[in-house]
C-alpha cells in the first residue's frame, strides 16, 4: 500500500528564497520544479539526485488561501505509493478517514488522517 516516505512539505515564505537557500548553502538540487499556475509553483529539493525523498517548498500564503484550515506552521508529510487507487480502496476498506482523490498536475494524491487526526497525504509516484 505505502511504499515509502516521499516528500516532507516546507511551507515557505518565498520560494524562490527558500530554493536558494537549500541549494546554494546546503548543496541540495533541485529534484522537480514545475508551474501549477500563473503564481504558483511546485518545488522539490533534496540531498543528491539518487535521493528519492526531497522537501516540497511550498507557498504558505497560497496554502492558507487554498486552505484556511491547513496548519502551515509545521511540516506536511506526504507519503508514496506506486498504485494510489489500490491504497485508497485499501484504507477506505479497514474504516480510515480519507480524503478526496484528487488528479493534480503534478500527480495523483489524497489526504487521510490516523487515530489522532493528524492528516497526512498520500501520493502516487511511478
Known amino acids: 500500500m505505502i511504499n515509502k516516505i516521499g516528500k516532507i512539505t516546507l511551507y515557505v515564505n518565498n520560494q524562490e528564497e527558500a530554493k536558494k537557500f537549500w541549494t546554494?548553502?546546503?548543496n541540495f538540487v533541485v529534484k522537480f520544479e514545475q508551474a501549477m499556475g500563473?503564481?504558483?509553483?511546485?518545488?522539490e529539493v533534496a540531498p543528491s539526485e539518487g535521493e528519492f525523498t526531497t522537501f516540497v517548498l511550498y507557498d504558505k500564503n497560497l496554502m492558507?488561501?487554498?486552505?484556511p484550515n491547513t496548519s502551515v506552521e509545521h511540516p506536511s508529510v506526504l507519503l508514496s505509493t506506486t498504485d494510489i487507487e489500490d491504497a485508497y480502496n485499501q484504507m477506505k476498506e479497514k474504516g480510515v478517514e480519507v480524503g478526496e482523490l484528487m488528479n493534480m498536475p503534478y500527480g495523483?494524491?489524497?489526504?487521510?488522517k490516523d487515530q489522532d487526526?493528524?492528516?497526512f497525504m498520500l501520493r502516487e509516484d511511478k
Do not use: C
Not at 500563473?38 to 518545488?43: A, E, G, V
Not at 492558507?64 to 486552505?67: G, I, L, V
Open 117 to 119: 487526526g493528524n492528516q
Open 64 to 67: 492558507k488561501n487554498q486552505n
Open 108 to 112: 495523483k494524491m489524497f489526504s487521510f
Open 24 to 26: 546554494e548553502k546546503l
Open 38 to 43: 500563473p503564481n504558483m509553483k511546485w518545488i
